[in-house]
């Protein structure tokens, strides 16, 4: 059964840093998202990826938050300057149509000290 | 009033028991209901689509009251394996498919 990668599973970075999350979405799949959970809160919708161009964005994603798809295969969430707040665990996400169910990778756990 | 709010638990029955689970959201708007599971430190997966006349998937049975504006699961027959954190999800609807996740509700199977 096909499903969502993401890399790496664990990062951890010091304070200012610049981090790249990767993520490899179900190849059919249309749609991307990055969320981010932070340890013992809900879910957090970041952003939504459609067609090269952001879709939605929350206030969570600010200028310090960027996404690319820079070739026809991976999602990339880049946090340029990272802050202690931004540790937490990072899902990307998929679907093939605008609704449908999307499918979560296993998430990166970005530690920033 | 959260944007959905649920009974974070933890409930903890018996195996065999059946146990339901609310939640309530605040955007009439809002037009697609899940619930997803996540267990420990892992991805939230889907558990099942809510429609409005419910829907039952084997043990499983989501209801929809868009008048109240709360979404239920119940779980029959509770196997050790249910034992998870239960995410209510809606998607912001008017337009927006951004989906707003509860805190979720624990729920402990115990032998």
């Known amino acids: ?113 | 009033r959260k944007e959905v709010e649920q009974d974070p638990g933890p409930f903890n029955v018996p195996e065999g028991a059946t146990v339901a689970f609310n939640c309530t959201y605040s955007n009439s708007a809002s037009q697609s209901f899940f619930w997803y599971r996540q267990d420990c430190r892992k991805e939230p997966k889907l558990l099942m689509s809510v429609y409005s006349s419910g829907n039952e998937d084997g043990r499983f049975t989501a209801q929809l009251n868009r008048a109240s504006q709360y979404i239920s699961l119940l779980i029959r027959d509770s196997k050790l394996s249910d034992s998870a954190t239960y995410l209510c999800v809606v998607n912001k609807g008017g337009g927006s498919y951004i989906p707003t996740f509860g805190r979720g509700t624990s729920l402990i199977v115990h032998p």
């Open chain 1, 1 to 113: 059964e096909p499903e969502v990668t993401q890399t790496p599973s664990h990062q951890v970075t010091q304070m200012g840093q610049e981090v790249i999350l990767r993520c490899v979405p179900i190849s059919n799949h249309l749609y991307f998202y990055w969320y981010r959970q932070i340890l013992g809160q809900k879910v957090e919708f970041l952003v939504s990826f459609y067609n090269n161009e952001i879709s939605e964005k929350s206030e969570i994603f600010d200028d310090q938050f960027s996404v690319e798809r820079p070739d026809g295969s991976n999602f990339t969430l880049k946090i340029r300057s990272t802050k202690l707040e931004d540790s937490a665990m990072y899902f990307c996400a998929s679907k093939r149509e605008i609704q449908e169910t999307q499918y979560f990778g296993p998430g990166t756990r970005l530690l920033v000290l």
